[in-house]
């Protein structure tokens, strides 16, 4: 009997069986013409790696089992004991937390550069400076970066330009081809694109970087399980339709948004008074992704009634699903930092994000208005 499944099958098997010894030679002797074990390989998890891959137009990618491992993996193809690296002022939360408390007991040390400061970085870079980490939209205020300019910068000081892209997605802006030298993700988030997955993946623009990041995912076991690869690379599929969706239903609440006067400030590239409205309009082939972030009054009664009178967006701290969802950066995301970094960053009492889904928008608009009304 030939089976011929149109779709890749679920290879829940951590092991792979070889005939004899014959066979076992030629694993290692043609690398990529059978599996071994799943930890160093496995089809579904390679399947979603090469599709990242095409997306982000790589020379190799690797799949994980979060997006923090996908940072871990990428720092680590990069760095070593006694290196420097620069980071974003505005930055996930997780990525702070990785760098100051586990990558610095390591000896990989961190300085933060504001957003004003980015494109000026000789006075941050050390002898021993090896990168800059960003975000191609920032999490939770949605600055943009410019990607080409930054990877000019870097490369003219002898840096690595990696970049999170979780935000965007590759439909929106790939960073490889501004100049990016390695781009990841919270496959978590848009890539899936269904709350149902907790994943990562790492593209590099050079292939002799990707099989660094092989050998990293490898060792330090950061592999991604087969089941969820394989729910990761469904979501991938419907990527294009749902951040048009995502992209259509948040410009317009943001614009209605901005009329509301419980609304103190909305936060979003696609509105023509954001700071970075047009670089995000060049860099993001017109869309402008389904985030953005609403001020408040700096008051948590306020907030709480908000939280509460939302029926179309659940208080669930993640984002990116096409079921709609609001976080608060204060309490989660950022709550680790200083009270003075997060006044620096612009997160105080009032700021609410919103993960705007691909339901119908009239139904969002509806709930938003209504939920402000009480307030
Ligand atoms: C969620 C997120 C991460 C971390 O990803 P996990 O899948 O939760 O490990 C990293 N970067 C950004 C921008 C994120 O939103």
Partial sequence: MHIHPKITPIYQTSVF???????????????????????????????????????????GAIATGSG?????????A???????????????????SLLNQELSRLGITVSYVPFELLYDLAPFVQSTTRLLLCETLSN????????????????????????????????????????ADL????????????SDVTAGAVVAADAAVAARLKQIGVLFGLTLSPMESWLAVRGLKTLRLRMREHSHNALAIAECLQRQPAVRAVYYPGLPDHPQHELAREQGAGQFSGMLSILLADDVDVVNRFIRAC?????APSLAG??????????TSHR???????????????????SVGVEPVEDLLADLEQALKGL
């Fill in 17 to 59: 069986k070889f005939e004899d010894l014959t066979e076992l030679e030629l694993y290692f002797g043609e690398p990529g013409s059978r599996y071994l074990y799943s930890r160093n390989g496995n089809p579904n998890s390679d399947e979603l790696a090469d599709k990242v891959n095409e997306l982000e137009g790589g020379a």
């Fill in 68 to 76: 923090m491992a996908a940072i871990l993996a990428a720092l680590l």
């Fill in 78 to 96: 990069c760095c070593q004991t006694g290196d420097h690296v620069l980071c974003a002022a505005d930055i996930y939360g997780g990525s702070s």
């Fill in 140 to 179: 939770p205020l949605l600055r943009v970066a410019d990607l080409r300019r930054l990877a000019d910068v870097c490369h003219g000081l002898g840096l690595k330009l990696v970049v999170d892209n979780t935000f965007a997605s590759p439909i929106l802006t790939r960073p490889l081809a501004l100049g």
């Fill in 183 to 194: 781009v990841l993700h919270s496959v978590t988030k848009y890539l899936s694109g269904h």
């Fill in 311 to 315: 029926r179309r967006f659940p208080f």
């Fill in 322 to 331: 096409v079921d709609s969802s609001l976080s608060y950066p204060l309490g």
């Fill in 336 to 354: 680790s930092l200083t009270p003075e970094q997060q006044q620096e960053l612009g997160i105080t009492v009032g700021l609410v994000r919103l």
